[in-house]
């Protein structure tokens, strides 16, 4: 077993023999949305962390924290076959590209493993022994998950390497994700009020804004509706953080880097180019966020034809002075005054900015949704 860890430091040069976009969100996503898929090489552990440790600052910033070291309980395989009932199908919450993910069973206080149905419920997230892509996105949640502490972030509490054995241990989070509540896979969800709507875009960005605004940079690099998880209060929490990266450093204003995430969520220049800027993730939230005003997702071939992007047939409509409200989802009429929503359609045509530059900061973007959020619906 193993206990040291380091950031993402080998990735190759873009091309088009290794992109890896995956097509969208039921690709690497699972049923409840704890894991997502992802291809890496394999990188030096000690030279990797240095490089993360001496980078990220230690304290506090917009309500979060970073520690100086990842805080984590670490979990022996046969602690964690006994938690899960020996990883039994009737205990799985979703399957994805990293692997399977399931329902286990701690102690409240000590974290320790304890008989299933009792304790505190985790997710336990378990590499595919078949799969040659899991290595470094686990090794990147450890790094990153490890030691960033924020209300809007989900927490990992373990971890197990033995042998070709490799687990990752999280909170649970009762209401699933996003994706799940906002495109309903499950009829028997009701659909979500634009209240509910606002308050997750709000904390999502927050999440986003503590990442960004941390010493040195940190860009998620997968930001979607499927990597969004919800307590039991509605309250969001960014998920999965195989693919996150710290930021341009040097005076540099990216970084250069293979392709990976989820065509449709990806930022125009980062899949043209590799070329991978802070402000890739705003263009992400601007996907999401147009999905969660829309009811929509960001890409379905089931649509009319010029529809299937979101983007592509939303854009024009966004800047339109009355076209805009027909891409409002028709189950949160009547909720929300037309100025919020106004104001909501313009934030995220700004986020969906061609050019990063003109983007806004996610601190920003943050301010404008607390904004929104107090406007009153008209009687």
Known sequence: ????????????????????????????????????????????????????????????????EILPTPNLKIYSFADLKSS????????????????????????????LPCKFGTGMIVAIKKLNSQSTQGFEEWQSEVNFLGRLS?????????YCWEDKELLLVYEFLQKGS??????RRNRAIDPLSWDTRLKIAIGAARGLAFLHTSEKEIIYRDF????????????????DF????????????????????????????YVATGHLYVKSDVYGFGVVLLEMLSGLRALDTRRPSGQHNLIDWARPLLSHRRKWKTIMDAQIEGQYSSKAALQAANLSLRCLEHDPR??????????????????????
């Open 84 to 111: 899960t009932k020996n990883f039994k199908s009737d205990s799985v919450l979703g399957v994805g590209g990293f692997g399977t993910v399931f329902k286990g069973w701690v102690d409240e206080k000590t974290l």
């Open 1 to 64: 077993m193993g206990n040291c860890f380091g950031s993402k430091t080998g990735e190759s040069n873009p091309g088009t023999s290794n992109r890896s976009i995956t097509t969208g969100p039921s690709t690497t996503g699972t049923s409840n949305n704890y894991s997502n898929g992802g291809g890496y090489s394999v990188t030096s552990s000690s030279a990797g962390q240095s490089r993360f440790s001496a980078a990220v600052s230690e304290g506090t910033c917009c309500d979060g």
């Open 150 to 158: 924020h209300p809007n972030l989900v927490k990992l509490l373990g």
């Open 242 to 269: 195989g693919l996150a990266k710290l930021g341009p450093s040097g005076g540099n204003s990216h970084v250069t880097t293979r392709i990976m995430g989820t065509y449709g969520y990806a930022a125009p220049e």
């Open 178 to 183: 996003l994706e799940n509540h906002l495109f």
């Open 224 to 239: 979607k509706a499927s990597n969004i998880l919800l307590d039991e209060n509605y309250n969001p929490k960014i998920s």
């Open 358 to 379: 003109k983007r806004p900061s996610m601190k920003e973007v943050v301010e404008v949704l607390e904004q929104i959020e107090a406007m009153k619906k008209k009687p």
